[in-house]
C-alpha cells in the first residue's frame, strides 16, 4: 500500500525567503507525482506534474523534483510572497493518486 | 471549455439518510475517480468509473456507490450516512489513454456536513 509523507506539516516564512516542501512515498512503482495547491474550502489546483522517467520540471517561480529510487520529492517556491498561501499537497499516480496530509505554507507580508 | 463541475456546493444531512453527489467531467475526458477529503488529512480515493463501469476501488464501505452515465458524468452516492461521513467530496476526471502524462482534473468539491 503506498504511503505519502509530507514534512513539514506547516511551515510560516517572510516575504521573499525561498520555500522547500518535501514529499516521501514508498512505492516507487508509479505513472507519475504532482504537486497540487489548495485555498481553503477549494478544490485542487495543479502546480506541476513530473513523469516517472523524469528528474524535475519548472514551472516559474515553482521547481519541483522527482528521485524515484530513493521515494522523495521536492518542490521548491523562489521568492515567497503572501499570495503563495496556500496548502500544498503532493501526490503519486498508480492507477489512483495517493496524497500526503500536506504542508499548510504561510507567506507573512 | 469548462473545467469539472460538481454539484452541489454544501449539502447539510442527518445521521442515517442518503446522498448523491453529481460531477460533469472536463470536456474530452472519460474517466471520473472521487474522493473524499476529511478536514486536514489529504483526499483519500473511492473509486473510478469508465465506459460506466467501475474500475477501481479503495478502502470503503459498501455504503459508498457511485454510476457513470453515457455522457461520462457521474454520481456518487452514500448510503445510511455517519457522522464521520462529514467531509469535502472531490470529483476528478481524466482521459484514461493518457493515464502515465495526463494530470486529473479536479472540481470545486462539494462540502458535506453529516448532523
Known amino acids: 500500500k503506498q504511503e505519502v509523507t509530507q514534512i513539514p506539516a506547516a511551515l510560516s516564512v517572510p516575504e521573499g525567503e525561498n520555500l522547500v516542501l518535501n514529499c516521501s512515498f514508498t512505492d516507487s512503482a508509479i505513472y507519475n507525482l504532482q504537486w497540487f495547491r489548495q485555498d481553503p474550502g477549494k478544490g485542487l489546483t495543479s502546480l506541476l506534474l513530473?513523469?516517472?522517467?523524469?528528474r524535475e520540471q519548472t514551472s516559474g517561480r515553482l521547481n519541483a523534483s522527482l528521485d524515484k529510487s530513493s521515494g522523495r520529492s521536492t518542490l521548491y517556491i523562489a521568492a515567497s510572497q503572501p499570495g503563495d498561501s496556500a496548502t500544498y499537497l503532493c501526490a503519486v499516480k498508480d492507477y489512483k493518486l495517493s496524497f500526503g496530509a500536506g504542508t499548510t505554507v504561510t507567506v507573512r507580508a | 471549455d469548462a473545467g469539472v463541475t460538481q454539484s452541489p456546493t454544501h449539502l447539510i444531512k442527518t445521521r442515517g439518510q442518503q446522498v448523491t453527489l453529481r460531477c460533469s467531467p472536463k470536456?474530452?475526458?472519460?474517466?471520473v475517480s472521487w474522493y473524499q477529503q476529511a478536514l486536514g488529512q489529504g483526499p483519500q480515493f473511492i473509486f473510478q468509473y469508465y465506459e460506466e463501469e467501475e474500475r477501481q476501488r479503495g478502502n470503503f464501505p459498501d455504503r459508498f456507490s457511485g454510476h457513470q452515465f453515457p455522457n461520462y458524468s457521474s454520481e456518487l452516492n452514500v448510503n445510511a450516512l455517519l457522522l464521520g461521513d462529514s467531509a469535502l467530496y472531490l470529483c476528478a476526471s481524466s482521459w484514461t489513454d493518457r493515464a502515465e502524462t495526463d494530470t486529473q482534473y479536479f472540481g470545486p468539491g462539494t462540502r458535506l456536513t453529516v448532523l
Open positions: 513530473i513523469q516517472s522517467s523524469q
Open positions: 470536456s474530452g475526458h472519460d474517466t
